[in-house]
């Protein structure tokens, strides 16, 4: 790897942006420096140029730090902040939204770093280390809220969590405790005996069934008997939605194992007219599918993977494309949460680098990688915050708490 040699460098004094004094510059093929370069400054007032990750980066994954008016080829340095040494150099490189970005993977050296270029001056520090977002990951599972106050959220951040929790993303080096799933219980109480609801509620409280089985089982059994209920009078009212059916059947056969729930489910995906898998109905139906452990049919659930795997990679190949390699142009902070975590609960069943990545760069995107160069992390605590933590993190936590 290329890196730049520099003699004479004396930086005391100089804002980022300023040129270096220097007698001589030239690339050598050199792992190091023969002399460290002195960066005796502060950050100048104002947006720095050089965005990234403000928490910090994990040992061992994809480092990327995205630039301002700079060009691909120029040197960017990585700058201890301790003394103001760089420790380490490279050059810069264009992505494929046209970006420029530096990318320090190979830098692994736990600490508290910044990003400095001679054009544009220094990013914000940041750490790298074992589990830098663990205090965060701690802050958003104790302030995470379900959204009661719209009946309908709450029974998406339910169904959220109810997903994680079969993929064990919620549990990735925590301890036993989970006050997520004690909230959740606490929503679903209010909802018991009820005889009217949607699709969503039905299959939340038939996954909410599942989970409550040997913890609270006559919580369990009312939520079971509530979601039937709640089936057969949406049926009547409502036949012409197949895709709410068929969420469901799929969650109801899941909860309970009688078999017409297993056929209506499987007459939905196999009836020949191929599925919406970005409707949320579908998408959370093939999760509970795919989720049971009631026999299922194996074609069908390949036929789920597949479709999962081609529409979360395509949305994995749209966010590289990204300026900031997170989120497509005009999605807001929520839209951009919500195909995090579709992101996340493929990852769990079918396990891939790209996705992995795809995750991380969600979580550098909120904690700085952005136009703004600030942290995003939502006010209120939505539950796909905290999940999507948990779903960035998830083998390293499990590492760290193993070890």
């Known amino acids: 790897m290329l890196s730049l040699l520099l003699t004479g460098c004396a930086f005391e004094g100089r804002l980022p942006g300023m040129p270096p004094a220097q007698e001589e510059t030239e690339d050598s093929e050199?792992?190091?420096?023969?002399?460290?370069?002195?960066?005796g400054w502060e950050l100048p007032k104002g947006t720095p140029h050089i965005a990234v990750d403000r928490t910090g980066y994990l040992l061992g994954q994809e480092k990327i730090a995205m630039a301002e008016n700079c060009e691909p080829g120029d040197h960017f340095f990585v700058v201890d902040e301790k003394d103001q040494s760089a420790v380490w150099s490279g050059k810069l490189e264009s992505s494929q939204s046209g970006m420029v970005y530096g990318d320090f993977t190979e830098f692994d050296t736990p600490g508290r770093y910044c990003i400095w270029s001679e054009k544009v001056g220094s990013s914000y520090p940041f750490e790298i280390g074992e589990d830098v977002y663990q205090e965060l990951r701690k802050e958003a599972q104790e302030k995470a809220e379900i959204d009661v106050s719209d009946e309908d959220r709450a029974c998406y951040d339910i169904l959220c969590i109810i997903v994680c929790e079969e993929t064990g993303i919620a549990h990735a080096g925590d301890d036993e405790e989970d006050p997520l799933l004690d909230r959740a219980m606490e929503t679903v109480r209010k909802w018991i005996g009820r005889t009217e609801g949607t699709p969503y509620m039905s299959?939340?409280?038939s996954g909410m069934s599942v989970l409550c089985y040997g913890r609270d089982n006559e919580l369990s059994g009312n939520c079971f008997h509530t979601a039937r209920a709640i089936e057969n009078a949406y049926r009547l009212s409502h036949p012409e939605d197949r895709e709410g059916a068929f969420l469901m059947s799929a969650a109801l056969y899941r909860a309970g194992g009688l078999m017409s729930d297993r056929t209506r489910a499987e007459a939905f995906l196999t009836s020949g007219t191929e599925p919406d898998f970005s409707d949320l109905s579908v998408y959370l139906g093939s999760a509970f599918y795919l989720l049971t452990k009631r026999k299922v049919n194996t074609g069908v659930c390949e036929t789920i993977m597949r479709r999962l795997t081609e529409e979360t990679s395509a949305t994995t190949q749209n966010d590289r494309r990204s300026p900031y390699m997170a989120g497509e142009n005009g999605k807001d902070d929520r839209e951009m949460l919500a195909s995090a975590m579709r992101t996340a609960f493929v990852n769990y069943a079918i396990t891939n680098?790209?996705?992995?990545?795809?995750?991380?760069?969600?979580?550098?995107f909120?904690?700085?990688r952005n136009s703004e160069k600030a942290e995003r992390i939502p006010e209120k605590y939505p539950i796909e915050w905290y999940l999507l933590l948990m779903a960035c993190t998830q083998e390293e936590v499990a590492a760290i708490t193993e070890n």
């Open 30 to 39: 050199a792992a190091g420096f023969d002399i460290d370069p002195v960066f």
């Open 203 to 205: 299959a939340a409280l």
């Open 353 to 364: 680098h790209e996705y992995r990545t795809s995750l991380q760069n969600y979580v550098h």
């Open 366 to 368: 909120f904690l700085g």
